[in-house]
C-alpha cells in the first residue's frame, strides 16, 4: 500500500508529464497566438499610466483586444482607469468600431462620501483621446451596474474586484455578470488574491471555473480569463487550450509577466519623477523658507543686540541722570535756602513798590482829572468854532443872494442901492462884532492852549519820572526773575506771588501810557483845530478883527464905498 508521500509524488509527477505534453502541443501552434497582427499590441506603450496593480497586465489586455476584436466591452470598477483606457486604446489603435463603458464607484476620501461624478482627470482624459469610444458613469452600488447594462450585449467583460464598493463583492452572482456577455463573449476578474472576497464569491468563483475554460495570471492582484461558452476567436482558443487546469505556459506567462512588469517599472519611474520633482519643489520652497528665515534670524539677532546696546546704553544714561539728580538735589536745596532770602528781601522790596505804585496811581488819577477839564474846554471850544462856522456860511450865502439879487434887479433897482448900502454896511456891522467875538475865542483858545502845554510839561515830566523808575523797577523785576527762573518749580506760590506784582506794575504802567496817550489825543486835537479848514477860512476874518482893533476907524468905511463905487460904473 502506498503512503501518502509516494501519492503525492505520483500525483504531482503526473500533473508535470500533463504540463509538458501541453507545452509540446504550444510550440507547433504559437504562430496562430501571436500572429502578426497581435504580436505589435504586445509592444504598445500605454497612453494612461499609474502604478494600480492591473498595469501589470495591460500587455494582455491590448493582446486580448487584438484576438477578439469587441464590438463592446465594459469595466465594472473603472478605479484609476488603467483597464478602461488600455482597452480603449486598443481599440482605437486598431480602428475597431467599438463601444466600451467605465463603471466606477469613486469616493471623496476626505469627506468619506460616494461621489456623483466622474473624477475630472478621467473625463478630461476620455473626452480628449476617447471620445466616441468610452463612456464613464458614476453607480452606488454594484446591482446597479448590473442593472445599466443589457443581457447578452457584451463581447468583453472586465470585472476588477479591487475597485468595487466597500464590501469587494462581485456583486449578485457571477453567472448574472456571465449573462450579460455574448455566446462567444470573455469575461476577465480581476483581484482574485484579495483576501477580502467572502466565500461567496470564491464559491462562485471556483465553480465558475470548472465549467469554463480558463487561463489564469497570479501575478499582482491575479487575473482571471474565462471563456462564456466558447466559439472564441484562434488566438484566444489556442491560448485556453495550451492551459492547464487555467495555469498559462511557462514561456507564455513569463512573456506576459515581463511586459507586465516593464509598465509597471515604467509607470513607477515617472511616478518617482513626479515625486522627485514635486521633492525637489519641496526642497527648494524648503530651502527658501530656510534662507527667509536665517535672514529673519539674523535680522533678529541684529535687533537684539542694537537692543542690548541700547539697553547699556541707556543704563549709562540712567547712571549717570542719577548722579547728576544727586548733584542738583544738593544744588537745589542750597538754591532754596537762597531763594527763601531772596524771597523776603522781595517781600520788603515790593512793599515798598506797592506804596510808590500808590502814589503814583494817586498823581495818574490827578492828572487823568486835569486832562478830563481840558477835554471839556476843548469841547466848548469845538462847539464855539461850529457856531461860527455856521454864521460864517450863513454871512456867506445872504452876501451871495444879494449879489445875484442886484445883478439881476441893477437896471430897475438902482434907487435901492443906497439901502442895500447900508444894508451891506449893518451886515459889516455884523461881521466885525462877528470878529470880536471870534477874537476874543482866539484869546480863550490861546489860554486853553497855554494850560495845555503846562499840562504837557508837567506830563513829560510825570513821564520821565515814570519811565525812569520803570527802568529801576524793570531792572530789579529782572534780577529777581533771573534768580528764580531755576527755583521755579519748587517755588510756586513765591512765583504767583512776584508774578502778581510783575502784573500790578504792568497794569500801573499801562494807565500810564494811557494817560499820555489821551494827553497826546489832546494836544493832537487843538492841533487839528490850528490846521482845521475852517481855521483857515476863518483867518480872513480873524486879520480883519485885527485891522479893525488896530486901525483909526476910516478903514472900516472902504467897503461900502467900494461897493458903491461898482455898482456906479455899472
Known amino acids: 500500500m502506498l503512503t501518502q508521500q509516494a501519492e503525492e509524488d505520483i500525483s504531482e509527477k503526473g500533473s508535470r508529464m500533463e504540463a509538458i505534453k501541453y507545452r509540446e502541443n504550444l510550440a507547433p501552434r504559437a504562430h496562430e497566438i501571436f500572429a502578426p497582427a497581435t504580436l505589435n499590441t504586445l509592444f504598445w506603450r500605454p497612453r494612461w499610466i499609474t502604478t494600480a496593480p492591473v498595469m501589470q497586465h495591460v500587455a494582455f489586455l491590448f493582446w486580448l483586444v487584438g484576438a477578439i476584436r469587441p464590438r463592446s466591452a465594459a469595466v465594472i470598477g473603472v478605479g484609476d482607469g488603467a483597464a478602461q483606457f488600455a482597452i480603449c486604446q486598443a ?21 468619506d462620501r460616494a461621489l456623483v461624478e466622474v473624477p475630472e482627470s478621467l473625463r478630461e482624459h476620455s473626452a480628449l483621446l476617447y471620445d466616441d469610444i468610452a463612456k464613464l458613469q458614476c453607480q452606488g452600488s454594484v446591482s ?59 464559491s462562485e468563483m471556483t465553480d465558475f471555473l470548472a465549467e469554463h475554460a480558463t487561463m489564469a495570471f497570479s501575478d499582482e492582484e491575479g487575473l482571471v480569463v474565462a471563456a462564456a461558452q466558447g466559439g472564441q476567436p484562434t488566438p484566444l482558443t489556442t491560448l485556453l487550450n495550451a492551459c492547464h487546469n487555467g495555469t498559462l505556459p511557462g514561456e507564455t506567462a513569463l512573456l506576459f509577466r ?14 518617482f519623477e513626479a515625486s522627485n520633482k514635486k521633492l525637489k519643489l519641496a526642497v527648494s520652497t524648503a530651502k527658501q523658507e530656510s534662507d527667509e528665515a536665517l535672514k529673519l534670524s539674523r535680522e533678529v539677532q541684529e535687533a537684539y543686540e542694537a537692543r ?27 538754591a532754596l535756602a537762597d531763594a527763601a532770602k531772596a524771597l523776603a528781601a522781595f517781600d520788603t522790596e515790593k ?32 462847539q464855539e468854532r461850529d457856531t461860527l ?25 438902482f434907487h435901492e442901492t443906497a439901502a442895500l448900502t447900508r444894508k451891506l454896511e449893518d451886515h459889516a456891522q455884523q461881521n466885525a462884532e462877528a470878529l470880536a467875538k471870534q477874537a476874543k475865542v482866539s484869546q480863550e483858545r490861546d489860554a486853553l492852549k497855554q494850560q495845555l502845554d503846562g499840562l504837557q510839561a508837567a506830563g513829560a515830566k510825570a513821564l520821565a519820572t515814570s ?45 500810564l501810557t494811557d494817560a499820555l496817550a489821551e494827553k497826546h489825543a489832546l494836544m493832537q486835537r487843538v492841533d487839528d483845530l490850528l490846521n482845521s479848514t475852517s ?29 458903491a463905487a461898482r455898482v456906479g460904473k455899472h
Open 351 to 382: 512793599t515798598v513798590r506797592f506804596r510808590e505804585t500808590t502814589a503814583l496811581t494817586l498823581a495818574l488819577d490827578e492828572q487823568s482829572q486835569q486832562t478830563a477839564d481840558a477835554l471839556a474846554k476843548h469841547k466848548e471850544v469845538s
Open 144 to 202: 446597479d451596474a448590473l442593472t445599466a447594462i443589457a443581457p447578452g450585449s457584451l463581447d468583453l467583460l472586465f470585472l476588477d474586484a479591487c475597485n468595487l464598493p466597500a464590501e469587494n463583492e462581485l456583486g449578485p452572482s457571477l453567472k448574472d455578470w456571465v449573462k450579460c456577455l455574448t455566446p462567444n463573449g470573455v469575461l476577465l476578474v480581476h483581484g482574485l488574491a484579495k483576501s477580502s472576497l467572502n466565500r461567496r464569491n470564491r
Open 258 to 271: 515581463r511586459l507586465g512588469q516593464g509598465h509597471l517599472a515604467v509607470a513607477e519611474k515617472e511616478e
Open 389 to 413: 462856522k455856521h454864521q460864517l456860511d450863513v454871512a456867506k450865502a445872504e452876501a451871495a443872494n444879494a449879489i445875484t439879487t442886484l445883478e439881476a434887479e441893477k437896471s430897475t433897482r
Open 467 to 511: 519811565e525812569a523808575d520803570k527802568q529801576a523797577r524793570s531792572n530789579d523785576v529782572a534780577a529777581l526773575t533771573e534768580k528764580l527762573e531755576n527755583q521755579a518749580k519748587l517755588l510756586k506760590r513765591s512765583v504767583t506771588e512776584g508774578k502778581d506784582a510783575a502784573r500790578q506794575v504792568d497794569a500801573l504802567k499801562q494807565q
Open 535 to 563: 481855521w483857515r477860512v476863518t483867518a480872513p476874518l480873524r486879520k480883519i478883527k485885527g485891522g479893525v482893533s488896530k486901525g483909526d476907524g476910516s478903514q472900516p468905511k472902504a467897503a461900502p464905498n467900494s461897493v
Open 91 to 111: 481599440m482605437d489603435k486598431l480602428n475597431i468600431t467599438a463601444q466600451c463603458r467605465g463603471i466606477g464607484f469613486w469616493r471623496d476620501a476626505e469627506a
Open 308 to 334: 542690548s546696546q541700547r539697553l547699556s546704553e541707556i543704563q549709562r544714561v540712567l547712571f549717570e541722570r542719577e548722579s547728576d539728580n544727586s548733584d542738583l538735589t544738593q544744588k537745589l536745596d542750597a
